[in-house]
C-alpha cells in the first residue's frame, strides 16, 4: 500500500520561506511522475510543480523563480522550496504521485487519474 506523508507547512510571512516535504511509502517502482497540488479556500485544486523519473521539472506561472521540485531518491521523498512567499500562496497543499508513468503529463489535467496517490494535505498560510 503507497502512502505519502507531507511535512513541511506553516505560517510565515510575505516574503518568507518553507521547505515541503512528502515521504513515499510502500512502493518499489523505477518510475514515477510526482507533483505538488494546491486548493485555496474557494479555488479549484491547482498544480504548483511536478518532477518525473526523467529529472523533468515543471512549475505553474505563479510559482516560477520562487519555488523548486527536488527529489532525494535514497529517502524517497519530494520537497517543495518555496521562497518569496505571498499571501496568494496560501492553501491546501498536496503532494501526488503516480508510478505508472516515466514522465509527466504536459497537461496538468492529465497528470491525475484512477492511478494517483495522494497525500492528505499540509496547510500553508502566507499572511502579509
Known amino acids: 500500500q503507497v502512502q505519502l506523508v507531507e511535512s513541511g507547512g506553516g505560517s510565515v510571512q510575505a516574503g518568507g520561506s518553507l521547505r515541503l516535504s512528502c515521504a513515499a511509502f510502500?512502493?518499489?517502482?523505477?518510475?514515477?511522475?510526482m507533483a505538488w497540488f494546491r486548493r485555496a479556500p474557494g479555488k479549484e485544486r491547482e498544480g504548483v510543480a511536478s518532477?518525473?523519473?526523467?529529472?523533468?521539472?515543471k512549475y505553474a506561472d505563479s510559482v516560477k523563480g520562487r519555488v523548486t521540485i527536488s527529489r532525494d531518491n535514497a529517502k524517497n521523498t519530494l520537497y517543495l522550496q518555496m521562497n518569496s512567499l505571498k499571501p496568494e500562496d496560501t492553501a491546501m497543499y498536496y503532494c501526488?504521485?503516480?508510478?505508472?508513468?516515466?514522465?509527466?503529463?504536459?497537461?496538468?489535467?492529465?497528470?491525475?487519474?484512477?492511478?494517483?496517490?495522494w497525500g492528505q494535505g499540509t496547510q500553508v498560510t502566507v499572511s502579509s
Open positions: 510502500g512502493y518499489a517502482y523505477s518510475n514515477y511522475c
Open positions: 501526488m504521485a503516480r508510478f505508472d508513468l516515466y514522465r509527466c503529463p504536459s497537461s496538468w489535467g492529465e497528470i491525475t487519474s484512477p492511478f494517483t496517490y
Open positions: 518532477f518525473d523519473s526523467a529529472g523533468i521539472t
